[in-house]
């Protein structure tokens, strides 16, 4: 059995709604086992026990915010070189379009990057216009259809993830998945 975690840091709620899409979407595949922390709560032995982690962040600055920064400075600091090979994506909520919400998502890729995670982005659109390359993003909360579409995608694809790569699981590839809808 897969296992996820969705760490989020949310000072106002907004990304905490979104991790709950994302957890929503990770759930959505058979067979995961879903761990869901916030960032003041979270032990370096949620990290340890996950196979597979989505991290999100409000945009402070055009980058992730100091607590969740903190979270890798401190808390998973003296884990370095314990925790490489998970599967890991982001997700950020902004003051507003433009805001730097992709940049956010960059940069908790960044971190994770550094830990030895194997990041992703994501191809598929999840509506029209809305695509998710460097992760789920909103501004403020995740309100219309298509953000919220997007939080899920992110979640399922990185539970479709930790099933073909972790759980052995190759006909959990998305790709396969869409070979076998066009049949
Ligand atoms: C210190 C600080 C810095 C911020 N920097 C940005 C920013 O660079 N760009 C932006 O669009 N919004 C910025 N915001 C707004 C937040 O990203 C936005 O309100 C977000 O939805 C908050 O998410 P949360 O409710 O999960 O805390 C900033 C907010 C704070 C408190």
């Not at 979104?18 to 761990?35: D, F, H």
Request: aromatic share 8%; hydrophobic share 45%.
């Amino acid at each position: 059995m897969g296992k996820i975690l969705i760490l989020y840091h949310s000072a106002t709620g907004n990304t905490a709604k979104m991790a709950t899409l994302v957890v929503e979407g990770a759930e959505s595949i058979a067979g995961m086992e879903v761990r869901v922390r916030d960032v003041e709560a979270a032990t370096a032995e949620d990290v340890h026990w996950c196979d597979g982690l989505a991290v999100g962040s409000p945009t402070n600055m055009g980058i992730l915010s100091w607590k969740m920064k903190r979270f890798w400075d401190d808390v998973m600091a003296p884990h370095w070189m314990k925790v490489d090979g998970k599967i890991a994506c982001a997700f950020s909520s902004s003051g507003g379009w433009g805001g730097g919400n992709e940049l956010a998502c960059q940069s908790i890729l960044t971190v994770l990057m550094n830990f030895g995670f194997l990041v992703f982005g994501v191809t598929d659109y999840a509506a029209k216009l809305m695509t998710l390359h460097y992760g789920a993003v909103a501004a403020r909360e995740p309100r219309s259809d298509d953000v919220q579409d997007a939080c899920r995608t992110l979640g399922r694809r990185l539970a479709e993830w930790v099933a073909v790569y972790v759980d052995g699981r190759g006909e959990e590839h998305p790709l396969c998945k869409t070979r076998m809808g066009a049949e």
